[in-house]
């Protein structure tokens, strides 16, 4: 199976700052890639797919780019909101496979 | 839109039977697409246990070998899960989602809020 590899796995940032977050595959995906947000005590949310489409409703603060082995979230401003869990998910081989997740906290 | 709830026992005993129904509504489980089981042990990240399609075509991850059945009741517009001779490395949080679009492989959204399940005596 693809393993997926997030870094860095806690990332302080300030209200306002950008925060840029890696997703690395072990072999090529292609652009089927979504990137999700999980806050404490809810499910995770469809933040990006096919590598840089948002989701219906994400603000364009949020954008996603790579292809292959290499993919990046970033986020241009950070918000309150913002601070959370995100996880990387490649959807091209089967099994589906996620990373372990990065931790954006506030500094 | 779409909206999935998940429902179940929280606490089944080891070497037990998990079982799990995740009701849709906003849309029929009966239309071109696939849905799925993710689950997420606590404070760990994110695992995908498989997938039905609208017809009862199943893909289950192969890390849990034979144990993992899933089914359609379409009469209710559900889907089920079922997972066999369950330990405590069980022990999660389920969630029932949707594919983003009709391929047998996709992301996923929306998905449910999601229900623990501890696995104990």
């Known amino acids: 199976e693809i393993v997926m590899t997030q870094s860095p796995a806690t990332l302080s940032v300030s209200p306002g700052e950008r925060a840029t977050l890696s997703c690395r595959a072990s072999q090529g995906v292609s652009s089927d890639l979504a990137w999700y947000q999980q806050k404490p005590g809810q499910a995770p949310r469809l933040l990006i797919y096919?590598?840089?489409t948002r989701a219906t409703g994400i603000p364009d603060r949020f954008s996603g780019g790579g292809s292959g082995t290499e993919f990046t979230l970033t986020v241009s401003s950070l918000q309150s909101e913002d601070f959370a869990i995100y996880y990387c998910?490649?959807?091209?081989?089967?099994?589906?496979?996620f990373g372990q997740g990065t931790k954006v906290e506030i500094k | 839109q779409v909206q999935l709830q998940e429902s179940g026992p929280g606490l089944v005993k080891p070497s037990g039977t998990l079982s799990l129904m995740c009701a849709v509504s906003?849309?029929?489980?009966?239309?071109?697409?696939?849905w799925s089981w993710v689950r997420q042990p606590p404070g760990k990240g994110l695992e995908w246990v498989g997938q039905?399609?609208?017809?009862?075509?199943?893909n289950y991850n192969p890390s849990l070998g034979s144990r993992v059945t899933m089914s359609l009741d379409k009469s209710k517009n559900q889907f089920s899960l079922q997972l066999s001779s369950v330990t405590a490395a069980d022990t999660a949080v389920y969630y029932c989602a949707k594919f983003g679009n009709s391929r047998w492989l996709s992301w996923f959204d929306p998905w449910g809020q999601g229900t623990l399940v501890t696995v104990a005596s």
């Open positions: 998910h490649q959807y091209n081989n089967w099994p589906a496979t």
């Open positions: 906003g849309g029929s489980i009966s239309n071109n697409n696939w």
């Open positions: 039905i399609s609208h017809s009862g075509t199943t």
């Open positions: 096919g590598a840089s």
